[in-house]
């Protein structure tokens, strides 16, 4: 389709089309200036680093939660429950099993 002819067809149905009563009063001057205004960020690190700093907020609560539930399971963790002979006996039994294998 050529492009002259798309923009003739384009405008005569936004012509037949009045706004509604519903869009404010100079909306489309406003959006119009709002864009004019608006930065255009050529820099590629000025980019990352508005990304980045958005990223902030949401990934300190994260690790803040993460933090509090680390802290939480180490409060219910009872150490006088398990011992260094708990852990002597686990590895002498490892020994023993596969002392009888080689056997």
Do not use: H
């Amino acid at each position: 389709m050529k492009l002259d002819r798309l923009q003739r067809r384009l405008l005569k149905v936004a012509r037949g089309n009045p706004p509604s009563s519903a869009v404010p009063y100079a909306f489309e001057k406003r959006i119009m200036a709002r864009l004019a205004t608006s930065p255009t960020p050529t820099d590629p690190w000025l980019v990352w680093a508005v990304g980045l700093w958005r990223g902030t907020v949401p990934c300190l609560i994260l690790l803040s939660g993460i933090a509090l539930w680390n802290w939480q399971d180490t409060q219910a963790w009872d150490a006088s429950s398990s011992s260094s002979d708990d852990l002597e006996l686990a590895v002498v039994d490892a020994i023993d099993l596969s002392d009888n294998v080689e056997d």
